[in-house]
């Protein structure tokens, strides 16, 4: 691999396809060079045998098949005369390991090369991927240029340099990032599209719950939503909300079914026990809580009185859940906040739970979701339209 500065490592591209970037036409969005390089991206991520040991990868593969394509193109098929605004410079977050890969296939269907800073934290994921990436791109040699997957430490020289190339700035980290990113100057032209740090909630109906005969799938899919990102995803779930009746009996044996699912895949690490402990005690001396007794540390239960936006600054990872029993879902809105960004519910109309988040008129909640899905990416995220804010429309009049 070449490196560029003495401090850059390209896992994807070269210092000499770096400089073809500059000369990048924008495409349009959806073009037929982007449906037909994440088609057989697609394809070989979904048969090849590293790739299947990681979900998330396998995800990815899903996510960007024809038919999924096709799905996602109805929405802006109405969108004419819209082409890619040139290159992308993205900072991928450190505790999610596909969100990269995600990140610029959606530029690249909004019609922009990529410039990807890749996660600092080593996941075996990312090396998959960039290795997929490079077999996909040697079918296609007119695209090397609109893809450059690049390594480098917090070094303000780098960052600058790949801000200036940049027409738009996408950063994925949280707010102490997003500070640090932001000392580095854009062109007059270029845009920013930033998400910070966010919290998420679940909403479950306790008596559709114990309806359910499909519990066991449903312990999995929380699991999903929360473990497999150590709750780090600001997605994953850290408030538990209970409606309905009959709460005691579905706690009982929701958590009971979850511990069979965390006991069989998860190791707790003792700095991720110790951090739970510091929250709790956090928690604790500020608010009126009570922890559940458990067996274990692998689930860490903190029922509280009584929902406020403070408490969403007391999260913690790693099986950390604030659980509270509502008598109506208006009750949940003061987590609803700026930070708040997906609502997952189990048990409850969704169309019903629309109206009502709509009717609170909250700052935050910028996706609603079945639970088991939060981790879904979609090209609306954050409340943010990608294609449309990494594209521009050329007006006739």
Same mark, same amino acid.
Request: with cysteine; hydrophobic share 50%.
């Given at each position: 691999?070449?490196?560029?500065?003495?401090?850059?490592?390209?896992?994807?591209?070269?210092?000499?396809?770096?400089?073809?970037?500059?000369?990048?036409?924008? @495409?349009?969005?959806?073009?037929?060079?982007?449906?037909?390089?994440?088609?057989?991206?697609?394809?070989?991520?979904?048969?090849?045998?590293?790739?299947?040991?990681?979900?998330?990868?396998?995800?990815?593969?899903?996510?960007?098949?024809?038919?999924?394509?096709?799905?996602?193109?109805?929405?802006?098929?109405?969108?004419?005369?819209?082409?890619?605004?040139?290159?992308?410079?993205?900072?991928?977050?450190?505790?999610?390991?596909?969100?990269?890969?995600?990140?610029?296939?959606?530029?690249?269907?909004?019609?922009?090369?990529?410039?990807?800073?890749?996660?600092?934290?080593?996941?075996?994921?990312?090396?998959?991927?960039?290795?997929?990436?490079?077999?996909?791109?040697?079918?296609?040699?007119?695209?090397?240029?609109?893809?450059?997957?690049?390594?480098?430490?917090?070094?303000? #020289?780098?960052?600058?340099?790949?801000?200036?190339?940049?027409?738009?700035?996408?950063?994925?980290?949280?707010?102490?990032?997003?500070?640090?990113?932001?000392?580095?100057?854009?062109?007059?032209?270029?845009?920013?599209?930033?998400?910070? #740090?966010?919290?998420? +909630?679940?909403?479950?109906?306790?008596?559709?719950?114990?309806?359910?005969?499909?519990?066991?799938?449903?312990?999995?899919?929380?699991?999903?939503?929360?473990?497999?990102?150590?709750?780090?995803?600001?997605?994953?779930?850290?408030?538990?909300?209970? @409606?309905?009746?009959?709460?005691?009996?579905?706690?009982?044996?929701?958590?009971?079914?979850?511990?069979?699912?965390?006991?069989?895949?998860?190791?707790?690490?003792?700095?991720?026990?110790?951090?739970?402990?510091?929250? +709790?005690?956090?928690?604790?001396?500020?608010?009126?809580?009570?922890?559940?007794?458990?067996?274990?540390?692998?689930?860490?239960?903190?029922?509280?009185?009584?929902?406020?936006?403070?408490?969403?600054?007391?999260?913690?990872?790693?099986?950390?859940?604030?659980?509270?029993?509502?008598?109506?879902?208006?009750?949940?809105?003061? +987590?609803?906040?700026?930070?708040?960004?997906? @609502?997952?519910?189990?048990?409850?109309?969704?169309?019903?739970?629309?109206?009502?988040?709509?009717?609170?008129?909250?700052?935050?909640?910028?996706?609603?979701?079945? @639970?088991?899905?939060?981790?879904?990416?979609?090209?609306?995220?954050?409340?943010?339209?990608?294609?449309?804010?990494?594209?521009?429309?050329?007006?006739?009049?």
């Amino acid at each position: 691999m070449q490196q560029h500065f003495d401090s850059v490592t390209y896992a994807l591209g070269s210092a000499e396809i770096e400089m073809q970037m500059a000369d990048v036409r924008p @495409l349009p969005i959806f073009s037929a060079e982007a449906v037909a390089f994440l088609t057989a991206l697609s394809a070989r991520i979904l048969a090849d045998a590293e790739a299947k040991a990681y979900p998330d990868v396998v995800t990815l593969g899903f996510w960007c098949r024809p038919a999924a394509l096709r799905q996602m193109h109805r929405t802006y098929e109405a969108d004419v005369n819209r082409l890619g605004r040139g290159i992308i410079f993205h900072i991928a977050p450190s505790n999610v390991a596909v969100n990269f890969a995600y990140s610029c296939l959606a530029a690249f269907l909004a019609g922009n090369a990529s410039i990807v800073r890749l996660p600092s934290k080593d996941f075996p994921q990312v090396d998959v991927l960039c290795r997929i990436f490079a077999e996909t791109l040697a079918e296609f040699p007119a695209l090397f240029p609109y893809f450059l997957f690049v390594r480098y430490g917090h070094v303000q #020289d780098v960052t600058e340099h790949y801000s200036r190339l940049a027409n738009t700035r996408v950063i994925w980290g949280g707010d102490t990032t997003i500070e640090a990113i932001r000392r580095a100057p854009l062109a007059p032209r270029a845009n920013e599209i930033t998400f910070a #740090d966010r919290h998420s +909630l679940v909403v479950i109906d306790a008596p559709a719950y114990l309806a359910a005969a499909d519990k066991a799938r449903i312990a999995q899919d929380f699991y999903n939503d929360t473990y497999l990102s150590d709750q780090n995803a600001c997605t994953a779930p850290h408030f538990v909300v209970w @409606l309905g009746t009959a709460v005691a009996a579905a706690q009982e044996v929701f958590w009971n079914a979850l511990h069979e699912v965390v006991g069989a895949r998860y190791t707790m690490q003792a700095v991720q026990a110790v951090d739970k402990l510091t929250q +709790l005690y956090r928690l604790g001396a500020c608010f009126e809580v009570r922890q559940v007794p458990a067996e274990d540390n692998l689930i860490t239960r903190v029922r509280v009185a009584k929902l406020t936006e403070e408490m969403t600054a007391y999260r913690a990872g790693s099986g950390f859940f604030i659980e509270y029993r509502a008598q109506k879902l208006a009750e949940i809105r003061p +987590l609803c906040g700026i930070s708040c960004q997906t @609502l997952s519910y189990y048990g409850v109309q969704r169309d019903a739970l629309l109206q009502e988040i709509l009717a609170m008129r909250p700052a935050g909640v910028d996706r609603i979701v079945p @639970l088991g899905r939060t981790m879904d990416f979609a090209l609306v995220w954050d409340g943010i339209d990608l294609i449309r804010t990494m594209s521009r429309v050329v007006q006739v009049i």
